[in-house]
């Protein structure tokens, strides 16, 4: 790649990020900003789409460039079909795959993506992140956010950590496996946002997971 296309990539990057950096607000609860999804996911679209057009070079690259991202109609149709290809390829596999409006949201339990307190991804979960590494790309236009979850034992700061770790290993194997990181976004989210309670045993181990948000990136303009 040449130092032109770099310089392109980097700047579209830096840009992305100081948008989103303008746009942050502070969390009153835990004292973090944060940033609205609208414009956290739009500006890494955009992002995304000038990665896309810099690789190469002419009119080719301007046309995906502005072909990049999925029409607002279209999108519905495109996570469907996305949606179906993720059922079939993780049927059985203790993987829960849910659908809320355009996005689709796949819930992978701790005890089968992590050892007992340790955030290196078991190599018997392997099969299974290869299978969501091909369906990704094969539906390339899409932002992957991975967030970690805990219960709630142990201390705030532990689990925080051990979250992010979590979200990070899974990232890094789909990177490994071919998926820029440029699409990826993680997060650790520690005890918060618990699907089930954590007062008995069943309940905290559903409360551990790891979760991979997909939605699609919106075409520019």
């Not at 995304?48 to 607002?72: E, L, P, Q, T």
């Not at 179906?84 to 819930?107: M, Y």
Request: proline residues 2%.
């Amino acid at each position: 790649m040449s130092a032109k296309k770099l310089q392109f990539i980097s700047i579209a990057l830096a840009s992305s990020l100081a948008f989103v950096t303008g746009c942050q607000t502070l969390d009153p609860y835990t004292g973090e900003k944060k940033t609205s999804s609208a414009v956290k996911y739009g500006a890494i679209g955009a992002a995304i789409c000038g990665i896309i057009g810099s690789r190469d070079s002419g009119k080719h690259a301007r046309n995906a460039a502005v072909g990049c991202g999925v029409i607002g109609a279209s999108i519905g149709a495109y996570m469907d079909s996305q949606e179906s290809k993720l059922r079939e390829s993780l049927q059985n596999t203790g993987v829960s795959v849910q659908r809320e409006g355009d996005q689709i949201r796949l819930i992978m339990p701790g005890n089968i993506t992590f050892a007992t307190n340790k955030s290196h991804v078991q190599s018997d979960f392997y099969p299974v992140l290869d299978s969501v590494v091909t369906v990704l790309k094969e539906f390339d236009e899409t932002i992957v956010e991975v967030q970690g979850f805990t219960d709630s034992t142990g201390s705030w700061e532990h689990n925080m950590k051990l979250s992010e770790s979590r979200a990070r290993a899974v990232a890094g194997y789909l990177e490994s496996g071919g998926i820029i990181y440029q699409r990826l976004v993680t997060s650790g989210k520690g005890p918060s946002n618990p699907i089930a309670s954590n007062s008995d045993a069943a309940g905290r181990a559903q409360n551990r997971r790891v979760e991979i948000r997909l939605r699609a990136i919106e075409a520019q303009g």
